[in-house]
């Protein structure tokens, strides 16, 4: 009787194991818009019966998130050491935001958010060449001015 008390408080405090999700963790670390990413979590306690990362991308200049958010599904590569890799959608997204979704005894416990902010961010103009904005105004300013100036010296 006091072996069958002693196996099921065991078991017991076995099953109330918390389940703890690692940091996760994004590769590459530059990573940019529709780029390939390999997401990585490290989950103990309970073993999970299934291991999952929703991923939402988001243009931070406009401040939409776009609807189709990706729901893969992550492989165990190793002692709850989990993995998947996706390819991002969103030609004008600066960030996004993926959470570890895992199903314990039917029922899924999820982990902290992790943002992730795009190392190339596009400007929201289309363009991303990283110069100073309306300098091409100025080198147009410059030369309506010269063309003024010769102008008025062959009027003379």
């Given at each position: 009787m006091i072996l069958v008390n002693i196996i099921g408080s065991t078991?017991?405090?076995?099953?109330?194991?918390?389940?703890?999700?690692?940091?996760?963790?994004v590769e590459p670390a530059d990573v940019t818009a529709q780029s390939t990413v390999t997401i990585?979590?490290?989950i103990s306690g309970n073993t999970p019966s299934e291991v999952r990362v929703t991923?939402?991308?988001?243009?931070?200049n406009t401040g939409v998130c776009y609807s189709d958010i990706q729901n893969m599904s992550m492989t165990e590569v190793s002692s709850g050491r989990y993995q998947t890799t996706l390819t991002l959608k969103h030609a004008d997204a600066t960030n996004m935001t993926?959470?570890?979704?895992?199903?314990?005894n039917d029922q899924w416990e999820h982990s902290p958010k992790k943002i992730v902010v795009f190392s190339a961010a596009p400007n929201g103009n289309g363009d991303d060449?990283?110069?100073t904005p309306g300098f091409e105004l100025l080198l147009v300013l410059v030369a309506v001015g010269l063309?003024?100036?010769?102008?008025?010296?062959?009027r003379f």
């Open positions: 078991l017991g405090v076995a099953q109330a194991l918390p389940t703890e999700f690692g940091t996760i963790t990585t979590v490290t991923v939402e991308e988001c243009n931070g993926a959470i570890v979704l895992a199903k314990i060449n990283g110069g063309i003024v100036v010769i102008g008025k010296r062959k």
